[in-house]
């Protein structure tokens, strides 16, 4: 608390676009995971990515050292909106008192989380585009082929509308709702145990860093499932109307993933995903824990 949330907007902001220029290597290897061996059952598909590490190396090969780029700019923009309402949305709650009841963390981070996704869904949507783009050998999932952000938004807009910027969020409210929550909760949780057991000094960047991490492990278990069914929604085919050829909504692709590939498809790239989380938490609350405390 004792930062306006005006100033939280911007703070979030920035902290969620600084580990993202670090992150997003990682955030290119998640979604080429996850998109691998869509609706096949295990086994039956050729796996250009396997492993973190080694799909890092299959992307470089593939686009090059900047491959491991793609869409960062979509990225910083989802950042900044997402995580800058999110914060704006938290310190309201915190303001208001809310955070103090029961469960009243989990409950403000939720819903600050599933605000957030709503504003930033038309820049995570081009993103999730941009980063499943590679070569024909290479690719995975659908190619949309854009040549860049800007191209991207003008050819969803002019084929789909207005509308068309927000499909897919149906996906991204549960997951960002769900991840923030678990995430804000465990992060004031961990951080305030890891200083009563005098691990680290209270307010220390140790104790900072030690809360984020757990809170890292805790959103990536929670989190990944919704994750593969955000990026299996955002990247499908489209009719002329919209309307997506391959899922129908968020319970059909949950369906269809575990009917198809089994439960263990809604795990897919859960490496990649705590590899990408764990750090993005951690630099992210790091850099909002510091930048309000400045």
Same mark, same amino acid.
């Given at each position: 608390?004792?930062?306006?949330?005006?100033?939280?907007?911007?703070?979030?902001?920035?902290? /969620?676009?600084?580990?993202?220029?670090?992150? =997003?290597?990682?955030?290119?290897?998640?979604?080429?995971?996850?998109?691998?061996?869509?609706?096949?059952?295990?086994?039956?598909?050729?796996?250009?990515?396997?492993?973190?590490?080694?799909?890092?190396?299959?992307?470089?090969? +593939?686009?090059?050292?900047?491959?491991?780029?793609?869409?960062?700019? $979509?990225?910083?923009?989802?950042?900044?909106?997402?995580?800058?309402?999110?914060?704006?949305?938290?310190?309201?709650?915190?303001?208001?008192?809310?955070?103090?009841?029961?469960?009243?963390?989990?409950? $403000?981070?939720?819903?600050?989380?599933?605000?957030?996704?709503?504003?930033?869904?038309? $820049?995570?949507?081009?993103?999730?585009?941009?980063? +499943?783009?590679?070569?024909?050998?290479?690719?995975?999932?659908?190619?949309? =082929?854009?040549? =860049?952000? %800007?191209?991207?938004?003008?050819?969803?807009?002019?084929?789909?509308?207005?509308? /068309?910027?927000?499909?897919?969020?149906?996906?991204?409210?549960?997951?960002?709702?769900?991840?923030?929550?678990?995430?804000? +909760?465990?992060?004031?949780?961990?951080?305030?145990?890891? %200083?009563?057991?005098?691990?680290?000094?209270?307010?220390?960047?140790?104790?900072?860093?030690?809360?984020?991490?757990?809170?890292?492990?805790?959103?990536?278990?929670?989190?990944?499932?919704?994750?593969?069914? %955000?990026?299996?929604?955002?990247?499908?085919?489209?009719?002329?109307?919209?309307? /997506?050829?391959?899922?129908?909504?968020?319970?059909?692709?949950?369906?269809?993933?575990? %009917?198809?590939?089994?439960?263990?498809?809604?795990?897919?790239?859960?490496? $990649?995903?705590?590899?990408?989380?764990?750090?993005?938490?951690?630099?992210?609350?790091?850099?909002?824990?510091?930048?309000? =405390?400045?």
């Amino acid at each position: 608390g004792g930062v306006p949330p005006a100033i939280d907007l911007v703070l979030g902001a920035t902290a /969620g676009c600084l580990a993202c220029f670090l992150t =997003n290597p990682l955030e290119v290897v998640k979604t080429r995971l996850q998109l691998q061996g869509e609706l096949q059952p295990p086994g039956t598909y050729p796996r250009p990515y396997r492993g973190v590490l080694r799909a890092a190396v299959a992307v470089c090969r +593939a686009d090059g050292l900047r491959g491991l780029q793609k869409g960062l700019a $979509a990225g910083l923009l989802y950042q900044g909106l997402m995580n800058g309402v999110r914060f704006y949305c938290y310190s309201h709650a915190e303001d208001a008192g809310w955070t103090g009841y029961p469960g009243g963390t989990v409950a $403000a981070g939720a819903v600050a989380g599933a605000v957030g996704a709503v504003v930033g869904s038309p $820049a995570y949507l081009v993103k999730t585009h941009l980063q +499943a783009q590679t070569l024909s050998a290479m690719a995975v999932g659908h190619q949309h =082929n854009h040549e =860049n952000i %800007s191209s991207a938004f003008r050819s969803i807009y002019q084929q789909h509308g207005v509308v /068309g910027l927000w499909r897919g969020v149906t996906g991204a409210v549960p997951r960002v709702a769900v991840g923030s929550a678990v995430q804000l +909760a465990t992060f004031a949780s961990a951080k305030d145990w890891v %200083s009563e057991r005098q691990w680290f000094r209270k307010g220390s960047w140790a104790a900072v860093l030690a809360g984020g991490m757990v809170s890292g492990v805790a959103v990536a278990v929670t989190m990944t499932p919704f994750d593969v069914i %955000s990026t299996r929604l955002y990247n499908q085919p489209v009719d002329a109307d919209g309307t /997506g050829k391959l899922y129908r909504g968020f319970l059909d692709c949950i369906l269809q993933i575990s %009917s198809k590939e089994g439960l263990l498809g809604l795990y897919k790239g859960i490496g $990649a995903v705590y590899l990408r989380l764990g750090p993005h938490t951690v630099l992210s609350l790091f850099f909002w824990d510091k930048l309000r =405390n400045m």
